[in-house]
């Protein structure tokens, strides 16, 4: 067993926008707890954390990085993640590791997308929050106004835990529970009022101290002090620190908070495992059954091992023992537990409840839930945003198209955000991600590690089909060529169903009498699956449809099942065809910040791709958020419209919305394009 126990780990997530300083306060932190011997640097590139080539070149984090640290007999594990808005899916699975989410914000930049986006996302998981004001060295003065458009934007339970001093090179606890109070004079504000502040947050937490207060004006400090995890924990009180992480200014306050006030894993958020409708609690204890989830997938670059990191929610494994993904009854050996700090790792015996370790060599991916023994059920992950950003690639050099498959199977196991598909209509090989930068550096990536180099180009929209009314359809299938011959008929009938139905074919047998025997029924919903891949209309995918297979007709000799598979799949195009088809384009939900003197330019333009806005809010620092719908073939090139409108200070983020009819001024060229060509199947 470790020297530690579940109550002593904290599990510490570092999110918020690039450029904030989220790696520089990891480093202060493995510095001022001694766990390393020198302060590394991102800009002189001796970071002990951003150790890819990618990221040394880039200057910013590419994949989260595991480091552990110990202050005060806490055992801290923080996970320092990409701030890039088009690296969000691996921070955001982060947050599945962790009790307590850091927010890092630059001091110079103030409130931005990532600032906003994680601090709901940390919420709507029900992680307790931090606010660290990182950089205060670089504009001392406009501190104050930041923490109020921190409150503005955040809430009221936003509470200074230590005020800066001496133009921001030095800071000042706001209460003494740590026995690091200070002295001096704050540069804003007052330690009194703060400690005010957090008072009146923590007493929410209990009637009986909140009665005493109002009763006796004061609470005795100790009755804030153990109860002060409560109130983060809930949500109530959110802490807010002030650091310089490059000089080490507020390192060591920050760490008095995450080791001594927030929460550990057996007071913090409780997981569970979701089995059917079933909602099964994961109690924290070494002595449970053991249940893991896989949080991150990294592979190392010289020696392509790949390494699944686990977030252990009950039990306790070795490396002797085996592991079940869930639904898997066969199992995998673990071999060696390894706990990381950046890129260097040890290897430990034994890892209980509330931990995080890393398994190398097994066949895991983010997400995945996993057991001792053989079982069911997951954990729940954050909800990861569905990539919307596609190209078109294919491989410069001859003879690379099978090395490809494995390169995007790589890629996609590092980020759950990246996704690849082999379009069935063009025959593209299309790969999907947030945005323009986040597709460039997994090429990047591949380029590094494989040797592969593609030309990309945009990728055809994912349009798709649909039919509008109920209609029948009707094909007989016939040959006979001097031999046994084939023979099939179908009637059936189709209808309309809810728009994203799921699944996208409803199927039903509404055959009496035995006009088809029923051991032909497989066949032909194999025909019916195969037009729903490929289109009856314009060659997209159907959805939304119901059939009906109402009659036909059988030979005792000559049925065979690809009869009636070309019966059933010809009888339903037949039907579709009649039953007024329409073309779906994909909507999508865009969210653009941009200084408020260019929401005129930005709604017009929105407006001149056929965008409906959908709400609209006035941000703190000069800022707006316009929200609007707008389908995605508009869209390609947004991102360098935006950058011209806004001088390059806007953003955007958008994910798919739901589909909807193509105007028909539009979907008339769009089905010219295609050109329907007689499968092997017909005469």
């Known amino acids: 067993m470790p020297a530690y126990t579940t109550a002593d780990i904290r599990n510490v997530v570092l999110v918020g926008h690039g450029g904030s300083g989220k790696t520089s306060l990891a480093e202060a932190m493995l510095h001022t707890t001694g766990a390393t011997g020198r302060l590394g640097s991102v800009a002189d590139k001796t970071s002990h ?110 509470a200074p835990f230590n005020l800066p001093a001496n ?26 009022a703060c400690y005010t502040q957090i008072i009146e947050r923590v007493i929410e937490t209990d009637e009986k101290l909140m009665n005493e207060y109002f009763e006796k004006g004061e609470v005795p400090p100790n009755e804030i002090i153990d109860r002060i995890s409560d109130a983060i924990a809930a949500g109530i009180l959110v802490p807010v620190l002030f650091t310089n992480a490059k000089g080490e200014v507020g390192v060591r306050e920050l760490l008095d908070c995450l080791a001594d006030d927030c929460p550990s894993p057996t007071h913090g958020k409780q997981r569970s495992i979701t089995r059917g409708t079933e909602e099964i609690a994961l109690p924290p204890k070494i002595e449970a059954p053991f249940t893991g989830l896989v949080f991150k997938v990294h592979y190392e670059a010289k020696s392509n091992i790949k390494y699944a ?63 001792s023994v053989p079982a069911e059920g997951n954990v729940k992950m954050p909800r990861i945003p569905t990539p919307m950003f596609s190209l078109a690639v294919e491989p410069k050099a001859r003879g690379d198209e099978g090395k490809i498959a494995d390169a995007l199977r790589r890629l996609h196991d590092i980020d ?35 040797k592969i180099d593609v030309n990309t180009k945009p990728p055809k929209i994912p349009y798709r089909e649909t039919i509008s009314s109920k209609a029948d359809g009707h094909y007989r299938h016939k040959k006979q060529s001097g031999g046994a011959g084939q023979f099939g008929e179908v009637f059936l009938t189709v209808s309309p169903l809810q728009r994203g139905a799921e699944p996208p074919l409803e199927w039903a047998w509404d055959i009496f009498g035995g006009s088809i025997p029923g051991q032909f029924e497989s066949a032909i919903k194999k025909g019916c699956t195969e037009l729903m891949e490929q289109g009856a209309l314009a060659g997209f995918p159907l959805q939304d449809v119901k059939v009906s297979i109402t009659d036909g007709k059988h030979h005792p000799v000559d049925s065979k099942e690809v009869a009636f598979k070309i019966a059933g799949k010809f009888a339903f195009r037949d039907a579709i065809l009649k039953a007024h088809p329409v073309l779906l384009e994909p909507i999508v939900n865009i969210e653009v910040t941009v200084p408020t003197e260019n929401v005129g330019d930005v709604t017009g333009d929105i ?28 869209m390609a090139d947004y991102h360098s419209r935006l950058s011209s409108i806004s001088g390059g200070k806007g953003s955007f983020a958008m994910e798919l919305s739901h589909y909807e009819p193509v105007p028909s001024h539009e979907a008339g060229a769009i089905i010219a394009q295609y050109k329907p060509h007689k499968g092997e199947d017909e005469e």
Do not use: W
């Open 607 to 634: 407006a001149s791709r056929r965008g409906r806005p959908q709400g609209q809010d006035m941000l703190p620092g000069n800022m707006a958020v316009i929200k609007a719908q707008a389908p995605l073939a508009k």
């Open 416 to 450: 759950p955000c990246f996704r690849s598909r082999q379009d069935p209509q063009t025959h593209e090989l299309v790969i999907s991600g947030v945005g323009d930068l986040h597709l460039r550096i997994m090429l990047s990536k591949m380029h590094r590690s494989n």
């Open 309 to 371: 990191f686990i977030r252990i929610f009950s039990g306790h494994i070795k490396g002797d023992g085996n592991l079940h993904p869930a639904g898997d009854k066969r199992g995998m050996r673990i071999g060696h537990l390894l706990k990381f700090q950046g890129a260097a790792h040890v290897e430990i015996d034994e890892a209980i409840a509330g931990d995080i370790v890393a398994i190398a060599k097994l066949d895991l991916h983010i997400g995945t839930t996993v057991y």
């Open 167 to 192: 133009k921001g090179k030095t800071t000042i606890a706001c209460y003494d529970a740590h026995g690091h109070q200070g002295t001096g004079t704050p540069d804003f504000g007052d330690v009194g």
């Open 49 to 158: 954390l951003d150790v890819d080539d990618e990221e040394r070149e880039r200057g910013f984090s590419v994949e989260p990085h595991i480091l552990h640290v110990t202050h005060d007999h806490k055992q801290i594990n923080i996970i320092d993640t990409p701030g890039a808005t088009d690296l969000v899916g691996p921070a955001i699975a982060a947050l599945a590791a962790a009790e307590t989410a850091v927010l890092v914000v630059n001091a110079g930049a103030g409130i931005q997308v990532n600032t906003r986006k994680f601090f709901e996302h940390a919420k709507n998981y029900g992680l307790a929050r931090v606010v660290v004001v990182n950089r205060i060295d670089a504009d001392p003065g406009a501190l104050e106004e930041l923490l109020k458009s921190l409150r503005e934007a955040f809430g009221e339970s936003l």
